[in-house]
């Protein structure tokens, strides 16, 4: 059974820093392309970033360009996703996510929340 | 704004049949068939319930199913159930650099 789930979701102020990780099981986690989806409260979903499956390509959505970066350990079946210079904005429930094929995710965890206040 | 439109809400009756649909652009939803809807429980992981349009994955009832026209994509849920009650988003492949598109949600009631 593949299992995603979230940690490191917390209460930070404007321009502090987190890290969230996904631990993944259940699946070759090396083969497949990995993402981070958020939805801001009574928003829709936003795609934030991806990686491949071997770490070597990297995408983001341009509200975050600069400020997180996203990274993978297939040794350890974890997807990392280091968020810097947070902004309010930046409130969501953060998704890690399973890419399947061509835009399309199998495979979503329940999420971790993400909060900036001062 | 989400960049695909979804109705915010739509209702039906148990054993009713509903249609959710999605619209694009012709670069996105109408020009590839990588169309996928998920099915969200609020406080649970979205799950996958359609891909390519109109592929089921294994497991996923046969109540539900995709279609498309132009650059409209549509679920449909047939004979409702209220367990069928949540809310249902849909994605597109793009050719923009970003890669997917979501659509902004449709909240399904069973009354």
């Known amino acids: 059974e593949v299992q995603l789930v979230e940690s490191g979701g917390d209460l930070v102020q404007p321009g502090g820093s987190l890290r969230l990780s996904c631990s993944a099981s259940?699946?070759?986690?090396?083969?497949?392309?990995m993402h981070w989806v958020r939805q801001a409260p009574g928003k829709g979903l936003e795609y934030v970033s991806g990686?491949?499956?071997?770490?070597?390509?990297?995408y983001y959505a341009d509200s975050v360009k600069g400020r997180f970066t996203i990274s993978r350990d297939n040794s350890r079946n974890t997807l990392y996703f280091e968020m810097s210079s947070l902004r309010t904005e930046d409130v969501a429930m953060y998704y890690c996510?399973?890419?399947?094929?061509?835009?399309?995710?199998?495979?979503w965890g329940q999420g971790t929340l993400v909060a900036v206040s001062s | 704004q989400s960049d695909l439109t979804q109705p915010a809400s739509v209702s039906g009756s148990p054993g009713q049949s509903i249609t959710i649909p999605c619209t694009g652009t012709?670069?996105?939803?109408?020009?590839?068939?990588?169309v996928s809807w998920y099915q969200h429980h609020p406080g649970k992981a979205p799950k996958h319930i359609i891909y390519?349009?109109?592929e089921r994955p294994s497991g996923v009832s046969h109540r539900f199913s995709g279609s498309k026209s132009g650059n409209t994509a549509s679920l449909t849920i047939s004979g409702l159930q209220a367990e069928d009650e949540a809310d249902y988003f849909c994605?597109?492949?793009?050719?923009?650099?970003?890669?997917?598109?979501f659509g902004g949600g449709t909240k399904v009631t069973v009354l």
């Open positions: 994605t597109s492949y793009t050719s923009t650099s970003i890669r997917v598109l």
């Open positions: 259940g699946f070759t986690f090396s083969n497949y392309a």
């Open positions: 012709s670069s996105d939803v109408g020009g590839y068939n990588y």
């Open positions: 390519d349009v109109s």
């Open positions: 996510v399973k890419g399947y094929s061509y835009g399309q995710f199998d495979y």
């Open positions: 990686v491949s499956g071997n770490g070597g390509s990297t």
